[in-house]
Every structure is written in C-alpha cells, then in structure tokens.
C-alpha cells in the first residue's frame, strides 16, 4: 500500500518524497519526522462500514497549524472588526469646548464653543463641516424651529441659517427656553428674581414667579423647574403664571430635568441621585435605576446620563427602566442627543466636545 508523508510543522502532505522544505509552510523538513507516514486514501468515495449506527468519517490529512490558522484568523479578524466598529464610534472634536449641551436646528448641530470666546458654532450630526455660526459672546443657548435664541451680555434670536439677527434685550438671562411665541427665562439682575417671559420679538416682558430656579423646561402649557427657595423640589407653573405647585418632595439634581410624553424625569438628589420619573400632574413617582445619575436628557425612548458610580461614563436606559447601557469610556457632562449621536463633554480632557453614534 502506498504511503505519504506530512509536514511535523503544519502537517501539509510532502509529495515529493525527497523534498527538503515544506511545499506549504517553508519549514525545513526533519528526518525523525518523516517516519509518521500514513496510509494513502482511497479516492474512490467513501462506504461506511456496516454496523448498527453511523460511523464517523476521518479527515483526510491532520489539521496542522497552517489550516488552523487559515480558519481562525478571519474569524479573529471579524472579530477585531466589531470591537474596532464599536470603539471609533466614540470621537472628540479638537479645540472645540462645551459648558452647555448643543441644541438641534434646521438639520444642523449648533453649540457655544468656549475654546473661541464663546462664540457659537455649527456642524453636520456627524460631526463634519464645523464652522463659526455668530461672533456674538453667548452663555446660553436654546433653538425653537429653524430660530436661534442666546443669551450673552445681550438676548439675541438669529435663523439657523444666519440670517435675520436681531437683538432682543440688552439683559443677561439664564435657564432659557421658547416655545409658543414666548420666551421664558430666569431673570436675576434686578430688585426680583423669578420666572420671566417676554415676546419672541423681545416686547411685553413680565414677571410670572418670584422664586429663584434652575432646569426650567418648557412642554406644552407648562413651566416644569427646580426651586431653590424650597428645598430644590419640583414645581410646576402654567405658562401665564397661574396654577403654579409643587409636585413631589423630592430635591432635584441641579444639572438635568426632562419632560416627555406626560412624564417628568430627575435625578433626586436625597436617593443618591438615582434616576426618577413622574406625572406632570405628580401622581405615579416611580424610580427607575439604581445609579448615580446626572445631565439626565431624554431622547425617544431612552433616558441619557452621566453615571457616577462608573466614573461619570455615559449610560442610557430605557425611560421605563429597563436595558441598561454603557456608551463611553469618559466621564461625560453636558449631554444631549438627536437619537443617532450623542453629544456630551469629557469634563477630564478641558470639557471638549465629543460624540458617540448610538446603538
């Protein structure tokens, strides 16, 4: 019977019985090695034997390293390529700082750059074509539509384009937002301190609280905000300054607060900060995880937030609580997300702006 004889090293058949290297693997062929000659098989196809079951049919040569590492390698290749795919989702953009969460207008990503004198710039969601928008000096920053509304030393409300800037008032406000026509802020600067709204058109201003808050959000036809003077706790008041009340005891954390869908999410700060939601009405508070959350925003159905038991990375959950995830590696601050990145600050590298594609 004829035999033929493998390689030691990779255990490719040798041919040539005289050959000196191995035809697959290069190595130089061994002379004790040789002896480990096998059979030739037959090339007529294969009988099982008769028996009462199956019998298991052999390879034809071993599997040597060589065809191992024809198997595995595109296998741990694939494999890098996940793991990459995942972590290059995570960018940070140089010489570009936030100390506030970027905002969403007319397709575009709009943000006060604090590397350039807070000054506002653009880009495209993913980052590219990042350009300065306006030269004005802004601290807070708010879009309504196709409209931009900062506030620096002065109010201003430009178009997403860059066209038809108009200043407003020559007042700083803080925690601004706009919604149905109005402009509604946090004014300090006088004898009063409290809830102010003015016109789009920065006529008719007036007073509709006196109470100094934080986290005011505009949905519908509520104000919903953090009160300083009692005991941060959630309030809500009607957009003319009526029906305003408390809704539930709990202190907020002073850096996040998200209205959607009838629910009002927090992070109550006497429970560790962990993550809380309730009726706009007051009624159903319910908690939702267990971290230690803050910069909470809420975009589609997931709760965005930086979680301080994991050194501040960026997590997300769904806003009923469940399917807990981690994003980032980076202690993150200053979050917002258009449900296809998230934007946030790495508040260890300077506060730059970085993104990172979500699931």
């Known amino acids: 019977m004829e035999t033929i004889k493998f390689c030691a090293q990779c255990g490719a058949p040798l041919e040539e019985p005289a050959a000196r290297f191995c035809p697959e693997c290069g190595q130089p062929v061994d002379e004790p090695a040789e002896i480990a000659a096998v059979p030739t098989v037959s090339a007529e196809p294969l009988q099982p034997e008769p028996s009462a079951g199956t019998g298991a049919l052999l390879s034809e040569k071993p599997l040597g390293?060589?065809?191992?590492?024809?198997?595995?390698?595109?296998?741990?290749?694939?494999?890098?390529?996940?793991?990459?795919?995942?972590?290059?989702?995570?960018?940070?953009?140089?010489?570009?700082a936030i100390s506030s969460p970027v905002v969403f207008a007319d397709g575009q990503v709009f943000y006060i750059n604090t590397s350039d004198d807070y000054q506002i710039y653009r880009m495209n969601p993913d980052g590219s074509g990042k350009a300065k928008f306006d030269d004005s000096t802004a601290f807070r920053l708010v879009a309504d539509g196709d409209w931009l509304y900062f506030s620096g030393l002065e109010l201003f409300k430009i178009q997403a384009d860059g066209s038809e800037k108009a200043k407003l008032d020559n007042l700083w406000l803080d925690e601004l937002d706009v919604g149905n026509g109005w402009i509604y802020a946090e004014e300090g600067q006088s004898d009063v301190s409290g809830i102010t709204r003015r016109r789009t058109d920065g006529s008719q201003?007036?007073?509709?609280?006196?109470?100094?808050?934080?986290?005011?959000?505009?949905?519908?036809?509520?104000?919903?905000?953090?009160?300083?003077?009692?005991?941060?706790?959630?309030?809500?008041?009607?957009?003319?300054?009526?029906?305003?009340?408390?809704?539930?005891?709990?202190?907020?954390?002073?850096?996040?607060?998200?209205?959607?869908?009838?629910?009002?999410?927090?992070?109550?700060?006497?429970?560790?900060?962990?993550?809380?939601?309730?009726?706009?009405?007051?009624?159903?508070?319910?908690?939702?995880?267990?971290?230690?959350?803050?910069?909470?925003?809420?975009?589609?159905?997931?709760?965005?937030y930086s979680n301080g038991d994991d050194g501040g990375k960026l997590y997300r959950i769904r806003t009923d609580g469940s399917n807990r995830e981690k994003l980032n590696d980076v202690r993150s601050i200053y979050i917002s997300c258009d449900g296809t990145y998230a934007y946030y600050a790495e508040a260890d590298h300077g506060d730059r702006l970085s993104q990172v594609r979500v699931p």
């Not at 065809?67 to 960018?91: D, E, Q, T």
């Not at 009607?238 to 009002?264: F, M, N």
């Open 65 to 96: 390293h060589s065809r191992l590492r024809k198997i595995l390698l595109p296998v741990l290749v694939g494999v890098v390529l996940v793991l990459a795919g995942w972590f290059v989702k995570s960018v940070f953009f140089k010489g570009h």
């Open 205 to 304: 201003s007036e007073f509709l609280n006196n109470f100094q808050i934080t986290n005011l959000v505009l949905d519908g036809d509520s104000l919903f905000y953090r009160n300083v003077d009692d005991n941060d706790a959630l309030y809500r008041i009607k957009i003319d300054g009526t029906d305003e009340q408390r809704l539930v005891d709990d202190p907020l954390d002073y850096t996040g607060l998200a209205v959607q869908d009838g629910w009002i999410y927090y992070a109550n700060d006497s429970e560790s900060s962990k993550i809380y939601r309730v009726r706009i009405d007051g009624t159903e508070r319910t908690q939702l995880s267990d971290d230690y959350a803050s910069y909470l925003t809420v975009a589609g159905e997931w709760i965005y």
